[in-house]
């Protein structure tokens, strides 16, 4: 199941399946096949496509994406139980290369808690339902659940005991999203190098957001020797999420050199996928999410646009059009500076009669002391206003004057703007 390239990461998308299950996510049928389309697209080596036994509008949507998907691996999850196992395979079985993927409880306080079984019983069971899978189907993944929380010597014991079952995927989740990235990283270190068969299996990793440490704990996974990662678009799922597949791909990408990892994703799609996921779940992406929020690539601060108009390689360690973007946004607002004022006018074709440059910048100022941002609308009014202005201080056209008051204060503003920014 190891790729013969051993620096290729495969990247599992559950966006269909983790990510729908956060509250208020629900995706029909059609969503959730623009999705996968979408998805495919993007070239992810797995779709996670749902949970079939959960609803038979869940079955169906697993079952018409196992039928279209032709780029990707198709895989659905299913409880340690006969009944869940016949529903993913009777959803995925037409599918050009289907998975089916096992969850099953490691960790004591879900084995007491949650299962009411012993470590005995759940190995058994554990083992008992892989087998039936493989007999279904050649590919079968295995998940214990919480594995961050377990003992690490029964999670070992579950490993070699699915891998000798015929487990080929062994996933290790961090359902709690509980765990330090270096705790992490040591826990799969220790579970690749001491579980026995553990060569021939592929280890993915899950990891949860709770702490807002689920991208760092993937990355200690991968130094660690995981090769697959399992993660959502926008971060989606559980509780604070799961991995964000573009905060990763790009992490991979970006990071490269060091790193020394690669993934398949086409990143010039990730823009794309976001906005689509985003559309169909009716859930906005925060605007400072790392790669795909709406700030990710835009520069609002006098210093900061200066810098980017100059080279943008002074704040901007990716390519807007790496990730799908036509380029990063110039964004004006009062801690905006000249370089970016000028530059937006330049690039509405504006050019300003000589001595109107100061009172369209005093203009600009008092406005954008009064709004989030100054839009392309406003800057055309601004130079009009400029272009009318007598060079008596009287204004003509019926514009309202720009009194002496202001131009006072304008100038106090500006020559801290100077100071500032230069
Ligand atoms: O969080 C989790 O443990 C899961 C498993 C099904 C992998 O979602
Ligand atoms: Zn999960």
Redesign the pocket.
Known sequence: MRDKNPDRVFIFDTTLR?GEQSPGFHLDANSKLRIARQLERLGVDVIEAGFPISSPGDFEACRRIAREIRGATVTALARAVREDIDAVWGALKDAQDPQIHIVLSVSDVHIDRKLGMTRAQVLKRGAEMVEYARFLCDKVEYSPEDAGRADPDYLIETVETMIAAGANVINI?D?TGYCLPYEFGELVRRVINEARGSEKALFSV?C?NDLGLAVANTLAALSAGARRVECTINGI??RAG?TSLEEVVMLLKVRQSKLGLECAVETREITRTSRLVSELTGTPVQPNKAVVGANAFAHASGIHQDGVLKDRLNYEIMKPEDVGLADSKIVLTARSGRHAFHHRLSRLGITLSEGKDDEAWQRFLVLADTKKEVTDEDLRKIAAMAETNGTNGHEGNGHPPVTDQLHDHNHVADAMRHMIFG
């Open positions: 983790d989740p359902t899950h949860h799922g559980e799961n």
